[in-house]
Nanobody
Framework: QVQLVESGGGLVQAGGSLTLSCVAS????????MAWYRQAPGKQRELVAE???????NYADSAKGRFTISRDYRKNAVYLQMNSLKPEDTAVYYC???????????????WGQGTQVTVSS
């Protein structure tokens, strides 16, 4: 089994910054892409940013210029640095990882439990 544990959410004023962290552990052979999604109340879950195994990044338009995704490949970790936060960034943020399971080499998609980010105006 593989677990993704997120941390770093919280309450921040508009214009402030937060950094989210996610660490994957368990029966991991390798991790392909890692990503951050978010889901606001009454809305569908949406991609915020993703980073491939070769560090190619992709951002939602809403995140471009304000958020930065990065990885620590040794730690199986992914981070999301969020600057210039807006009230509309308020959501539960979920970590996602495409994992090749050790020994079986089968691919699975895993999700973290989510961390709340609230931006006050």
């Amino acid at each position: 089994q593989v677990q993704l544990v997120e941390s770093g959410g919280g309450l921040v004023q508009a214009g402030g910054s937060l950094t989210l962290s996610c660490v994957a552990s368990g029966s991991i052979f390798s991790i392909n892409s890692m990503a951050w999604y978010r889901q606001a109340p009454g809305k569908q879950r949406e991609l915020v940013a993703e980073i491939s195994s070769s560090a190619i990044t992709n951002y939602a338009d809403s995140a471009k210029g304000r958020f930065t995704i990065s990885r620590d490949y040794r730690k199986n970790a992914v981070y999301l640095q969020m600057n210039s936060l807006k009230p509309e960034d308020t959501a539960v943020y979920y970590c996602n990882a495409g994992v090749l399971i050790a020994r079986t080499y089968r691919p699975y998609d895993y999700w973290g439990q989510g961390t709340q980010v609230t931006v006050s105006s």
